[in-house]
């Protein structure tokens, strides 16, 4: 398994030069109906008879010519020409709820001039859309706008879905009525609409609305890059995010070969993309992607789409060209490769020398920081034995340097030496014990036989048999001690065979617990340790509260110092502990460790060794190596020097976990139901009969529609909520983005137009918020 080649990101390209206007003269005075499919992304317009619409992103921004010094209105992507106006563009929508009314003035004025419409007034039809349960009062401002300023004889407004749903369901005659039954799921900008659809007539009643859309899944995906890789070295901007959305996202693959067949028809811009299945298939979901994901960390890499960013490589300004003259290598490069592998190899042996040098030194720092705090104990030990302190002033002053009481200081001397001991023994500094006992002639001769100097050396051989005679003692008593470790290691272990014997499922509870809490506290000192080089963690603040109260007590000034005063601090030994809450490094953090290390080891031995359900999967050294192999495919690291590598964003559980949001959405944080469940309350309002035409037309419109796996993702939803009997068919849009105006068009052509618009005289009588209801628009409001 490996990664997929880096894939460049797009490079932001000019605007396109807008078509020459339209002519006017084949509709002037013919009350030709003008079509305006007003979306929150793009605004498309043209008249009915027109075999496309214009369109042009949905965005105006006011900008001052510099050299001329005149005021312009730009339009669509002309906002891209200059960078000063990006940032002052604005939109008529806010989310959903259309708000911006000067600058929907400002767009269709432009659309308006597009089609060279010249009179004093708009005399066309319009039929318009509107979202599904759009507010009155954003009704009534827009065709005020529609009324007022442009003087259009008649106004009608309609629901893009239902719209998109009568392009791709048409009655086969012209002259028939509309009866087709389903069911269009409408994916906007700003939301997602569900629509049942009975006998031609929206059920608007039963519709329902998603506060889910293209632009919050852009954001959320943009926000999970962020997350992700918080110091990357490019700015990821917002239409690169959306422009990752639509390339590189999908929903989560079908485990099914033949099901994903039919997957992938669904991300071809084909009219194949249907699925029409009756039985009980098995769809993956999310969830078990990411378990899949946990128990092979390789198969990340088959998911996992590598996009490059520009980067800035580092190359000789003399000699731009590495294989190019002068740069000493043949035209094919192979030597200039041979030399490159060469020059690493040395960097890595170099470093590894360096690396040997630097743990070397710091095991003799650690050994030498252990021997001094073994050394600062048993002083403090030797001024208890000397009387110094009282029995309350030596609580506290245990209490002050850490200890509950005196057999946690004797327990902490125990372990220093221990580590000491080992430390030196791995440092090979422990002196051997010579193989035969020293002689000592002098000692055994009475005084009165010897000279001045023989005296001398008999006192000194005296001294030295003494020391040897010391060290023999303390030998026998390590030996002793040994012996008494050794028995009483046996007893442990016949006792514990004993248990294992006795209650084998306790004894297996019993060291599972163990295992349990030791692996929570190494992983407990690990997180203490990556919060203390955090300087933003809890800890590492409380860490330099310390230090700034420490630093804020009162001193003696100096002047006061001359002046006979003095400087008490040390003076009381409560004062340096102080500096042990303070120390990054607890004085036993490291011997703990090892012996953490060491017990969990015996343990997981003895339960290989006796507990069949206990692997080598369950043992601590491989959870953590599986976590590193989880991480290092989720996010792999590249080398300091690595521009190229540092430069790359690697896309893998994002790719699913922003399309899982439409059924999901409390994934992204949001209070709402999924998909699955407002289709689910839907059809609970309907009969059995009426629910099967529903699930037998189902229509996926709106650009994200095109997303690869949303038919079947769909699919595996609806299943389960549905008789097995009951077939489902599910259909994208011919095009999911022009449908909508495309119907709207073909309806703006039939008779039945003509009777479901506002005329001006309506408009005056019942006012701006007043619509008439038909089964292509919204119902409030409606008369």
Not at 577 to 605: G, H, V
Request: glycine residues 6%; proline residues 7%; charged residues 30%.
């Amino acid at each position: 398994m490996s990664l997929s080649p880096p894939i460049p990101i797009p490079f932001p390209t000019l605007p396109s030069i807008p078509p020459p206007p339209e002519d006017y003269t084949p509709h002037r005075d013919k009350g030709t109906p003008l079509i305006i499919d007003n979306g929150s992304t793009y605004l498309r317009w043209g008249f009915a008879t027109s075999s496309a619409p214009r369109s042009g992103p949905n965005i105006i921004a006011k900008y001052k010519e510099r050299k001329n010094n005149r005021p312009l209105i730009l339009f669509g992507e002309a906002v891209e020409c200059e960078a000063a106006v990006k940032s002052q563009g604005r939109t008529p929508w806010e989310g959903d709820v259309l708000l911006n009314f000067d600058a929907l003035e400002n767009a269709l004025d432009y659309a308006f001039l597009s089609l060279s419409i010249d009179g004093q007034n708009v005399n066309h039809p319009v039929l318009m859309t509107e979202r599904l349960c759009s507010p009155l009062h954003s009704r009534a401002l827009t065709s005020e706008l529609m009324f007022e300023q442009y003087r259009v004889p008649s106004l009608a407004y309609c629901v893009d879905g239902i719209m998109s749903f009568y392009q791709n369901n048409q009655p086969p005659a012209s002259g028939t009525s509309f009866t087709s039954d389903g069911l269009v799921i409408s994916f906007n900008t700003a939301s997602t609409s569900v629509i049942p659809i009975l006998n031609g007539k929206g059920i608007l009643s039963h519709a329902k609305r998603l506060p889910w859309g293209t632009s919050q899944s852009s954001d959320y995906l943009l926000k999970l890059i962020q997350l992700k890789y918080p110091n990357f070295p490019t700015r990821v901007t917002p239409s690169q995010s959306q422009w990752m959305l639509h390339n590189l996202c999908s929903f989560v693959p079908s485990p099914n070969p033949s099901l994903a067949s039919l997957s992938s028809l669904s991300s071809l811009g084909t009219s194949s993309s249907s699925l029409s299945l009756t039985g009980t298939e098995y769809f993956n979901t999310y969830q078990s992607l990411l378990r899949s994901f946990s128990q092979n960390p390789s198969s990340i890499l088959d998911h996992t789409a590598v996009i490059q960013f520009p980067f800035a490589s580092s190359l000789n300004p003399l000699n731009p060209n590495p294989n190019g003259p002068g740069s000493g290598a043949s035209p094919s490069g192979q030597g200039s490769l041979e030399e490159d592998e060469q020059a690493k190899a040395e960097r890595r042996r170099e470093q590894g020398r360096k690396l040997q040098e630097i743990s070397a030194k710091a095991r003799l720092e650690k050994l030498k920081k252990k021997e001094d705090d073994l050394k600062y104990l048993l002083d403090l030990k030797s001024q208890k034995a000397q009387g110094r302190f009282t029995d309350k002033e030596w609580v506290k002053r245990i209490e002050d340097e850490g200890f509950d009481d005196e057999k946690g200081l004797e327990d902490m001397v125990k372990k220093l030496e221990a580590s000491l001991k080992k430390g030196r023994k791995k440092e090979g500094d422990e002196a051997e014990e010579e193989n035969q006992p020293p002689s000592w002639p002098l000692v055994d001769i009475p005084d009165d036989q010897l000279d001045e100097d023989q005296l001398k050396e008999k006192r000194k051989q005296k001294l030295l048999k003494a020391g040897y005679e010391a060290r023999l003692r303390q030998k026998k008593e390590k030996e002793m001690e040994k012996q008494r470790e050794k028995e009483e290691k046996e007893r442990e272990e016949k006792a514990d065979e004993e248990e294992r014997e006795g209650d084998f499922m306790a004894w297996k509870r019993k060291l599972r617990g163990e295992q349990e809490a030791l692996m929570t506290r190494i992983k407990e000192r690990t997180r203490r340790k990556a919060a203390m080089s955090d300087r933003k963690s809890a800890a590492a603040q409380a860490r330099m509260k310390s230090i700034a109260n420490l630093a804020s007590d009162e001193r003696v000034p100096k002047k006061k110092r001359k002046g006979g005063g003095e400087d008490m601090f040390g003076a009381d030994d409560a004062d340096w502990a102080i500096y042990r809450k303070i120390n990054t490094r607890a004085m036993s953090e490291s011997s703990d460790e090892e012996d953490d290390l060491e017990k969990l080891a015996q343990i997981e031995q003895k339960l290989l060794t006796h507990d069949p359900e206990f692997t080598m999967e369950d043992t601590h050294a491989s959870l953590s190596s599986q976590k590193s192999a989880i991480l290092e495919a989720f996010r792999p690291a590249y080398p300091e020097g690595d521009i190229e590598g540092h430069t790359r964003i690697h896309l893998n559980t994002e790719r699913y976990r922003v399309c899982e949001t439409w059924f999901s959405p409390g994934i992204a944080g949001v209070d709402s139901a999924g998909l699955g469940e407002v289709i689910q309350n839907i059809l609970s309002r309907f009969n059995e009969e009426e629910k099967s035409k529903l699930v037998k037309n189902v229509l996926l419109t709106g650009t994200p529609s095109r997303l690869p796996g949303l038919t079947p993702r769909l699919h595996s939803t609806l299943r389960p909520l549905l008789p097995a009997e009951m077939s489902i068919h599910i259909k994208r849009a011919e095009d999911p983005s022009l449908d909508a105006w495309k119907g709207m068009a073909k309806f703006a052509m039939t008779d039945e137009f003509l009777g479901v618009g506002m005329t001006r005289e309506e408009y005056e009588e019942y006012g701006g918020e007043r619509v008439k209801r038909w089964w292509g628009g919204n119902w409030n409001g409606g008369y």
